[in-house]
Nanobody
């Protein structure tokens, strides 16, 4: 069974770049038909899709975050990475990586999730 694990710093200063890595086991990020997303949940709010990288390496991003977001992958390590630039306190959230069978913007379409990692943006 596929497992996902997020890693990265828990505290980021405003205006800096947030970088998180998702390490995948039990399956390859190049397996056909799957999409690998980053999703976040700010305190007291619902889930927000950030973007995905597909099995083929194509990417798509939320229009609201597109100008600050970059998702990449390292197939040799079976990992994919989120970079969110110029962070502000409103970027404080629990960040999840997830896998789904469609290139969907809806978090409910993703059926395998990491446990999530808290990221706080503060000076």
């Amino acid at each position: 069974q596929v497992q996902l694990q997020e890693s990265g710093p828990g505290l980021v200063m405003p205006s800096q770049t947030l970088s998180l890595t998702c390490t995948v086991s039990g399956g390859s990020i190049t397996d056909s038909t799957y999409y690998w997303s980053w999703i976040r949940q700010p305190p007291g709010k619902g889930l927000e899709w950030i973007g995905f990288i597909s099995h083929g390496g194509t990417t798509d991003y939320s229009p609201l975050l597109k100008s600050r977001t970059f998702i990449s992958r390292d197939t040799s390590k079976n990992q994919f990475t989120l970079q969110l630039r110029s962070v502000i306190p409103e970027d404080t959230a629990v960040y999840f990586c997830a896998r789904g069978p469609y290139g969907s913007m809806s978090p409910t379409e993703y059926n395998y999730w990491g446990q999530g990692t808290q990221v706080t943006v503060s000076s």
